[in-house]
Structure formats: structure tokens, C-alpha cells
């Protein structure tokens, strides 16, 4: 079992910044990539970027050259920096963690999310 604990959200104006943090726990050992996605009202949940063990990143286009994924392994934290942010960016966001059981198939877990609101 993994569990995720989000933290960063909140209410910012258009163009503003904004940093979430999601730290994993339990058997983080094997978890192979974590990562972001984002669920707006009435809409369905969305990958915002992922990134893995070995720092492979991956970025919805929506959100590519304004959104920046990282992590730190040895904590089992990872990080989404959020710059020039727009209201279209508002949503839930949720920290998703992955862990392999068979080749091509595994387990999600996610976090409880995180409110992130921009104003216009």
C-alpha cells in the first residue's frame, strides 16, 4: 500500500505561481513513477505531467513551458512548480503514484487532492 499526501493548494490571480508537494508513503520502495493530474467540475480527471524513478518527465500539452515536474527520490516527494498560471487551470489536483505488478499492468493509488483556483 502507498499512500499520498498533498499540500500547496490554493487561491491565486491570473499569472501567478503556484508550488504543490505530494509525499508518498508505505511501500514506496515500489512505486516507478509518480505524478499529477487535475479534475475540473464536470470534467473528467487529466494527466498534467508524471515523472519517473529515473526522471523521465511527461507534460500535457495545456501545461507545457508553464508547469515544471520534479522530484526527490530519497524523500519520496514530488514537486509541481506552476507559473503563469491561467483560469483554465483550475481544478482538484491529485498526486498519483504508480506501482508495477506484471509487465504492462499495476496499481494507482492517489491522493486525497489539493484545490488549486485562479481568479481572472
Known amino acids: 500500500q502507498v499512500q499520498l499526501v498533498e499540500a500547496g493548494g490554493g487561491l491565486v490571480q491570473t499569472g501567478g505561481s503556484l508550488r504543490l508537494s505530494c509525499v508518498a508513503s508505505?511501500?514506496?520502495?515500489?512505486?516507478?513513477?509518480m505524478g499529477w493530474y487535475r479534475q475540473a467540475p464536470g470534467k473528467q480527471r487529466d494527466l498534467v505531467a508524471t515523472?519517473?524513478?529515473?526522471?523521465?518527465?511527461n507534460y500535457a500539452d495545456s501545461v507545457k513551458g508553464r508547469f515544471s515536474i520534479s522530484s526527490d527520490n530519497a524523500k519520496k516527494t514530488v514537486y509541481l512548480q506552476m507559473r503563469s498560471l491561467e483560469p483554465e487551470d483550475t481544478a482538484v489536483y491529485y498526486c498519483?503514484?504508480?506501482?508495477?505488478?506484471?509487465?504492462?499492468?499495476?496499481?494507482?493509488?492517489w491522493g486525497q487532492g489539493t484545490q488549486v483556483t485562479v481568479s481572472s
Open positions: 515523472i519517473t524513478t529515473g526522471g523521465n518527465t
Open positions: 498519483n503514484a504508480f506501482v508495477p505488478t506484471v509487465p504492462g499492468m499495476g496499481v494507482r493509488y
Open positions: 508505505g511501500s514506496i520502495s515500489s512505486i516507478n513513477a
